[in-house]
């Protein structure tokens, strides 16, 4: 089945303790994302990657870290986590050429907590 | 900059109640036009994508319309599993999308 797995779907950390949630897509996109989700705020990009090797920052991306060592994988970083990184995460991707016809495919979401 | 307004936040409908939600938009450069379906602790679904104006796409009781500033999701005597927060994004290319705040949809039975 093509998706986007991320992990793990549920995190609760202490402030500065860094952590990683890692993204994996088996449909052979170029194209990567993360976003955040918030209350009021909506879906907002943090980093995104066009190949491999290849990352640059998005929206709101003060605080967090990504690399795109292998196509498949694009994780996300948080060196030092702090409570106002507590929310709902999404890593998605999508073909280059064919974007437009199909979109992004959204993985199921990370929902982390900083304490 | 881009921006994507969604309109209304919320909207509450009685099952088979016909009605529109809005998305007005401003973007150099449109690389598309993306409709998704979120429900609640779930990730984004694709449901369409509109590159010009006068374009239209229909899945089910969903039908997507585009002009040069807005996008429409029509939803034709929609059913009680049509609730969800439907979003619209614009397309950046390898930027990926920027989203409205999308519009909170209740259908009763």
């Known amino acids: 089945e093509a998706q986007v797995t991320q992990n793990p779907r549920y995190l609760i950390t202490v402030t500065g303790k860094k952590l990683t949630v890692t993204c994996s897509q088996n449909?052979?996109?170029?194209?990567m994302s993360w976003y955040r989700q918030d209350p009021g705020l909506g879906l907002r990009q943090i980093y995104y990657?066009?190949?491999?090797?290849?990352?640059d920052k998005g929206d709101v991306p003060e605080g967090y870290k990504v690399s795109r060592k292998e196509k498949r994988n694009f994780p996300l970083i948080l060196e030092s986590p702090s409570p106002n990184q507590t929310s709902l995460y999404f890593c998605?991707?999508?073909?280059?050429?064919?974007?437009?016809?199909?979109?992004?495919?959204f993985g199921s979401g990370t929902r982390l907590t900083v304490v | 900059e881009d921006q994507v307004t969604q309109s209304p936040e919320a909207l509450r409908l009685q099952e088979g109640e016909s009605s529109s939600l809005n998305c007005s938009y401003t973007?150099?450069?449109?690389?598309?036009l993306f409709w998704y379906r979120q429900d609640p602790g779930k990730g984004p679904e694709f449901l369409f994508t509109?590159?010009?104006a006068g374009e239209e796409k229909e899945k089910e009781r969903l039908k997507a319309t585009l002009t040069k500033k807005e996008s429409f999701l029509h939803i034709t005597a929609p059913k009680p599993e049509d609730s969800a927060t439907y979003l619209c994004?614009?397309?950046?290319?390898?930027?990926?999308?920027?989203f409205g705040k999308g519009t909170h949809l209740i259908i009763q039975p």
């Open positions: 973007v150099s450069g449109l690389r598309g």
């Open positions: 509109l590159y010009s």
């Open positions: 449909m052979n996109h170029e194209y």
């Open positions: 990657s066009m190949n491999v090797e290849v990352t």
């Open positions: 994004a614009v397309g950046r290319g390898a930027d990926g999308l920027t």
């Open positions: 998605a991707s999508s073909f280059s050429g064919g974007q437009g016809a199909f979109g992004y495919t």
